[in-house]
């Protein structure tokens, strides 16, 4: 099933360059349709934790420092709504994440709280405000080419629970690989977190390229996106996004997760922004 999008006023959003497809099968409603409501039932999870009884269904929680670059992203948008998303710590000043967490079609962020050093995203850890956020300038908000940013904020101090994570560079593609995705998301498609709130992970495989684009055709896949699959009820799904993906010896970011398919987190793989195609524009910028 492909979506069509028919727009009568287009409206520009700074900084997204205005490139609408006849169709596409990636959800690029992010924030109303999930980031939104998934925000709201992550803060009721974790308001109702029993810490001393709390168990993680369905799903693999992380210790706190096992992913110390992990950073989460809470939304501030300009209605006032609160969305979520994900996000890599490159130095003590600067995290990055997907272009659609700042700016979409529909919403835009007036700021950004960015969670560091902590396994729940709305309590706990090292909190900075930003509203620095810049987005790549090739960023479309419809076909989600260039979905990367990165975020300046004031200095955080590092600590065994707070690192920063080298990025990928050159031209492995990575195909064949294990990584692991990490997130406040949802890990399965109608997957649930009421009962979980709490930083998760999960080991997946990285595929080529071509195999993605098996799903969602070249229009959307170029060399500048990674994609793993999330076959077997196992994958990054809705929420993890702008989160890490991470070589499976946790030493190299070589995605941020980008896009599921608007049908779902079973029907195809997960997309991520690939990050050694974006080496010069980073270090620019750090």
Known sequence: MKVVIVLCVISLVAGAVIDAPASSSVEIDYH???GIPLAARRKAAEEALDFHGARIVGRKATSL????YMAGVIITLANGRISICGSSLLTNTRALTAAHCW???YTQARFFTVVLGSTTLFSGGTRVVTADVEIHS???IFTLANDIAIMKFPWVTYTNN???IAIATGNQDFAGTWAWASGWGVTTNGGSVTTDAFLSHVL???ISNEECADTYTTHIIRDTNICVATTGGRGPCIGDAGGPLATADNSLLIGVMSFTHDRGCDAGPTGFSRVSAYTAWIHARL
Do not use: A, E, L, W
């Not at 420092?65 to 110390?68: F, V």
């Open 103 to 105: 700016t979409t079609f």
């Open 138 to 140: 090739g960023y479309s």
């Open 162 to 164: 707070i690192r920063s």
């Open 65 to 68: 420092g096992q992913y110390p």
């Open 204 to 206: 997946v495989p990285v």
């Open 32 to 34: 109303n349709k999930i």
